[in-house]
Every structure is written in structure tokens, then in C-alpha cells.
């Protein structure tokens, strides 16, 4: 049973490239999230898509940032130009429920670490 | 705002004892809280949820309570093992009900 797959593991760039961190959340899930952790400031939530659409994108840092879900097997989260103060690592979950409320557990991929130079 | 404590400190105890975590929030009331664990360089794992009208919580070694009007749950491990050594993650359900809000986990190193 695979679980939320993430790509790439490692990701080292040069500030002002664009980066795309990919997701293959688990089959039947209907939510996905992106997270972003970091020592500082823990795990934290930058959007939420349900059946594919994004519900909740508040937590997104700034428009340097985007995410989109074109199916329910893949999603992308793209940062465009990427600055130093982006380095983290980047987190996707999927959670199974049909609704948006759910108290169902969250499965995590094993993040994409980013460092951007 | 919503506020999320759990020991910023390392936890370190001797294999067989029992660890307890603290998760202590504030400025808000969720109707339940979930608990992680994460290893280095991988993604958090679920362990338990507990529900507000839940005291206590139970799976093997590991026992969650969840107090509502102190606003704190507490994460026990008895029979402490090596390979429980990871960092907790406390998580209660954020306020829009489809999300949770994490704390920044303890970290709990058990030696032989």
C-alpha cells in the first residue's frame, strides 16, 4: 500500500529560480495539504484542497507561491522567483472523508527539504 | 490567537520508565486533538486522536488524556523502548473543523 509520495527528497537551487515540489496523495483521499516546517516556526499549514479544489489558501506565504491540484492523484506546489527565507521542508498530506470537516487521521509524505542559495 | 505549547525542551529518560509529553493551548476549544510522531527526515505518523468528551485514551504502551477546562492533553509512553525515541507532535483541530494546528513537538530520546 504506498503511502503520499513526494518528489524531489532533495532540492538545492539558486535564489530567484522557479521550483516545483510534486505530490501523489493516497488513492481515495479526497483532502490534501501542504505544510511547511521549519525549526522556528513548526509545521505549518499553507493550503488545503478538498475533491481538488483549494479551500483554505491563507496560509500561503505570498504570491510567490501557488498550488494547484489538476486530478485527484497529483498536486504541485511552485515557488516563482524563490528566495533564501523559503528553505524548509515542505510537506504534503492526504486524508481520507468526504466531507471538509474530518477528524480522520492525516498521512504524511516524507517532504521535499529545500534549500534555496 | 491560537496558541500551541508542547516542552520545547528534549525529554531524556532511561529505557522502562515512563514518558510523559504536555500539550497545553489556548484562545481556543477544540473538539479533538490528535498526536504525532516524527522521526528524522521523515513526515509525521498518526498515533491516537482523543475527542473532547474523551478523558482518556488507550493504545498498548501509549495514553493520551485530554483535559478541556485546564486546555491540556498529556502523551504517555509506559515501558519506555529505544526505538520510541522521535519527536511528538501535538494537534489539535483547528477552528475551520477540516484542519489541525500543530505544535512544535517535544523530542524524546529513551537510552538503555
Same mark, same amino acid.
Given at each position: 500500500d504506498a503511502g503520499v509520495i513526494q518528489s524531489p527528497r532533495h532540492e538545492v537551487t539558486?535564489?530567484?529560480q522557479e521550483v516545483t515540489l510534486r505530490c501523489k496523495p493516497i488513492s481515495g483521499h479526497n483532502s490534501l495539504f501542504w505544510y511547511r516546517q521549519t525549526m522556528m516556526r513548526g509545521l505549518e499549514l499553507l493550503i488545503y484542497f478538498n475533491n481538488n479544489v483549494p479551500i483554505d489558501d491563507s496560509g500561503m506565504p505570498e504570491d510567490r507561491f501557488s498550488a494547484k491540484m489538476p486530478n485527484a +492523484?497529483? +498536486?504541485t506546489l511552485k515557488i516563482q522567483p524563490s528566495e533564501p527565507r523559503d528553505s524548509a521542508v515542505y510537506f504534503c498530506a492526504s486524508r481520507e472523508g468526504s466531507g471538509t470537516e474530518s477528524n480522520q487521521p492525516q498521512h504524511f509524505g516524507d517532504g521535499t527539504r529545500l534549500s534555496i542559495l | 490567537s491560537q496558541k500551541i505549547e508542547q516542552n520545547s525542551e528534549a525529554l531524556n529518560i532511561q529505557e522502562g520508565k515512563t514518558a510523559t509529553l504536555t500539550c497545553n493551548y489556548t484562545n481556543y476549544s477544540p473538539a479533538y486533538l490528535q498526536w504525532y510522531r516524527q522521526d528524522p527526515g521523515r513526515g509525521p505518523v498518526f498515533l491516537?486522536?482523543? $475527542?473532547?468528551? &474523551? #478523558? &482518556? #485514551? $488507550? #493504545? &498498548? $504502551?501509549l495514553k493520551v488524556t485530554f483535559d478541556t477546562t485546564l486546555k491540556q492533553s498529556l502523551f504517555h509512553i509506559t515501558a519506555s523502548q529505544p526505538a520510541d525515541s522521535a519527536t511528538y507532535l501535538c494537534a489539535p483541530r483547528s477552528n475551520s473543523g477540516y484542519a489541525l494546528n500543530f505544535g512544535k513537538g517535544t523530542s524524546l530520546l529513551v537510552t538503555p
Amino acid at each position: 500500500d504506498a503511502g503520499v509520495i513526494q518528489s524531489p527528497r532533495h532540492e538545492v537551487t539558486e535564489m530567484g529560480q522557479e521550483v516545483t515540489l510534486r505530490c501523489k496523495p493516497i488513492s481515495g483521499h479526497n483532502s490534501l495539504f501542504w505544510y511547511r516546517q521549519t525549526m522556528m516556526r513548526g509545521l505549518e499549514l499553507l493550503i488545503y484542497f478538498n475533491n481538488n479544489v483549494p479551500i483554505d489558501d491563507s496560509g500561503m506565504p505570498e504570491d510567490r507561491f501557488s498550488a494547484k491540484m489538476p486530478n485527484a +492523484s497529483f +498536486s504541485t506546489l511552485k515557488i516563482q522567483p524563490s528566495e533564501p527565507r523559503d528553505s524548509a521542508v515542505y510537506f504534503c498530506a492526504s486524508r481520507e472523508g468526504s466531507g471538509t470537516e474530518s477528524n480522520q487521521p492525516q498521512h504524511f509524505g516524507d517532504g521535499t527539504r529545500l534549500s534555496i542559495l | 490567537s491560537q496558541k500551541i505549547e508542547q516542552n520545547s525542551e528534549a525529554l531524556n529518560i532511561q529505557e522502562g520508565k515512563t514518558a510523559t509529553l504536555t500539550c497545553n493551548y489556548t484562545n481556543y476549544s477544540p473538539a479533538y486533538l490528535q498526536w504525532y510522531r516524527q522521526d528524522p527526515g521523515r513526515g509525521p505518523v498518526f498515533l491516537l486522536l482523543i $475527542r473532547e468528551n &474523551e #478523558k &482518556e #485514551k $488507550r #493504545k &498498548e $504502551r501509549l495514553k493520551v488524556t485530554f483535559d478541556t477546562t485546564l486546555k491540556q492533553s498529556l502523551f504517555h509512553i509506559t515501558a519506555s523502548q529505544p526505538a520510541d525515541s522521535a519527536t511528538y507532535l501535538c494537534a489539535p483541530r483547528s477552528n475551520s473543523g477540516y484542519a489541525l494546528n500543530f505544535g512544535k513537538g517535544t523530542s524524546l530520546l529513551v537510552t538503555p
